[in-house]
């Protein structure tokens, strides 16, 4: 599949405070969710990567929350305008035929609503909690969400009530860590999304490299292109 592609924007609203849900046509015709697209932001010359919130039919949707000049680039656009993105991009959730405990946190809950659709379209059972530090930053879509304090809070006890078989987790990296704790501790599998700040986006410029376990040796990964999906058991958590 040709993965530089141009999109013509059909929709673009604020979701909450500093979030914008943009939506754009694209000759797609599949993304994972867990996957991303890295989208041209001039006058940055380095795309900036997001995941996916939705793809319907060739629409992607994403949500994304203001940091810096690309995204308020992005917040500019205009219907009818076209962008310029590269995907599919990378490794995305390994969807299990399991009962899945979902956990995100702040702009990390955008791509697993996309997993929690797919996967129930699959007939998998589901659960999806989230974290968020204010009310008006919620985003629409889980089954739970707890505002301010932290999400992990609430893993186990989710664990105890719904008994999932395999966890996926895209947040900070702290929560990713202590999520992948627990899944070791309670003997589930978890999978987590890894972000870092991303130059190439294709596994060359090896900017966003990360340790991988691999029985007793620890291996150099990139989240962009080997990831940004890994087991939680083998990342090198600092
Ligand atoms: C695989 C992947 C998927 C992503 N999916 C989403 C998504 O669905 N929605 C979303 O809102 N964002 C997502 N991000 C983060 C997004 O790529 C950044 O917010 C964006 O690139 C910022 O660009 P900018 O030009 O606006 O800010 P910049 O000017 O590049 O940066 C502004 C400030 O934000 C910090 N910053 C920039 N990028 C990151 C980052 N990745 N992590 C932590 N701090 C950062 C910079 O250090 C700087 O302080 C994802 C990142 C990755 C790697
Ligand atoms: S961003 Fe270049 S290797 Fe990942």
Known sequence: MKKLHEGKIINIEKECKDTYKLSFKSDLRDIEAGQFLSILCPPKTLRRPFGVYDFNDGVITILFRLRGDGTNY?????????????APLGHGFIQKDKKALIVGAGIGAAPLIYLN?????????TRLISGFKEEDEVIKGSDYNKIGGTIVDEVEKYIDEFKPEVIYCCAPYIVLKLVSEIGLKRNIEVQVAMEKIMACGIGVCRGCIIQIKKKDKIENRSICGDGPVFYGCEVAWE
Do not use: Y
Not at 74 to 86: E, R, V, W
Not at 117 to 125: A, D, H, M, N, T
């Open 117 to 125: 659709k797919q996967l129930k379209e699959k007939g998998i059972e």
């Open 74 to 86: 992005l917040k500019n656009l205009k219907i009818g305008d076209t962008i310029n993105f590269n």
